[in-house]
């Protein structure tokens, strides 16, 4: 094993450029590893495509009102919370390659249960035990990514999560076309979650890799790994609180605000989660060269003018063009905060990445109610700066995905 100076220089963990080949006692070959990783993060998010493309007809079919719906949209939340807590612990004891597996395939059988309930009761137990089953396999995989970018050497982490967004866009194509065929939700589920069972059982098995050792310092002295973790949380708030204002007011904004056409205002985050996916694509060779810390800053800066320009201009063409630089100045953020957290403290890291999905997806949750209050007391434009704001903020905490020694001895 050796180091890599030149690596070390541009603040990526020691760690993960140091075993170039798989060790001896991993007879899986790492590039197998990142296939087979990359699997469970397409499934994840082919099923929350599949769930939320065909939501409108669960909802007509359960006779719910928007109340309703919420509750069992609060019952995913807060299931999903539990799940990262649950799983955090699972992992950090028995690893993410015992973990990742039955997680996912509970995640299947639970979106063929989104299919049965004819009532509002047991729609919002069924997707309480969906949020909890997304969480389990939340952690699992985001923890077996990191170790899988370890063994690999090099950044990979990026475009391992662009497959999440790969996997979103088949499975909303898929549902669409259901949708269309007039194939009543309940049969699409099932279908989807048979296919999506056979191909987990199909695909090879994730190694026991082992957790990374603590980074060697490349920054100043030693930091403190709970103030890392609250500032990575932070980091992943932000990127998360941005992704949910795209996803529930960009439309809304060019419709509204700029009189767009409805089908023009769809292409909004249409544009933003494309943009995110090329960017994760090629962003594990960008971080590579200019370092994570540099590439966070310039991700975050260029959110935060991208956005706000948009938002300054009155056009729709302005709005599209800032919500599609928007989610390129994004993408970097959450896999550079998930490696950052597997570093910071190896030996609970199942935890750490919990923690900091838990913060993002409270951001996610809560930034859009939030973005309405504002404009309900202000309007929409005014109330769109919070995300600008909060991608300006993640140029200014990118420091913490530097690696730092830290002095942890296993739990």
Known sequence: ?????????????VSTTVQRRPQANHPEPPRRQRITISIYFVIAGAVMAVWGTRLPSVQARLHAGPGALSLGLLGAAAGMLVGLHIGGRLVDRIGPHRLVLPAALTLAATLAL???????????????????????????????AARTQVAYGRPILQSIHATYSIGALLGAGAASLSAAAGIPSGRMFLGTAAVLAALLVLAPALD??????????????????RAVIIALGFLALCSLLGEGAAGDWSAIHLHTVLHASTALSATAYALYSGAMAICRLTGDKIS???GPVAHVRAGGLLAAASLGVGLLIPHPAAALIGWTLFGAG??????????????????RAGRDIAAISTTGYVGMVAGPAAIGAIATATNLTAALALPAVLALGVAVAATAVRPRKTTETPA
């Not at 094993?1 to 963990?13: E, K, V």
């Not at 509002?120 to 985001?142: K, Q, R, S, W």
């Not at 920054?219 to 403190?224: L, N």
């Not at 994004?330 to 030996?347: F, I, K, Y």
């Open 1 to 13: 094993m050796t180091t890599d100076p030149a690596h070390a220089r541009r603040g990526f963990p």
């Open 114 to 144: 989104l299919g049965l309930p004819t009532t509002v009761t047991a729609f919002i137990a069924a997707c309480t035990a969906f949020g909890a089953a997304h969480g389990l396999l939340d952690v699992a995989m985001n923890v077996a």
């Open 208 to 225: 026991p890799l082992p957790c990374a050792p603590p980074a060697l310092a490349t920054g100043r002295g030693t930091a403190r790994p």
């Open 288 to 290: 590579t060269r200019i």
């Open 330 to 347: 994004l993408a970097g953020v959450v896999p550079a905060a998930v490696t950052a957290a597997s570093t910071a403290r190896p030996h």
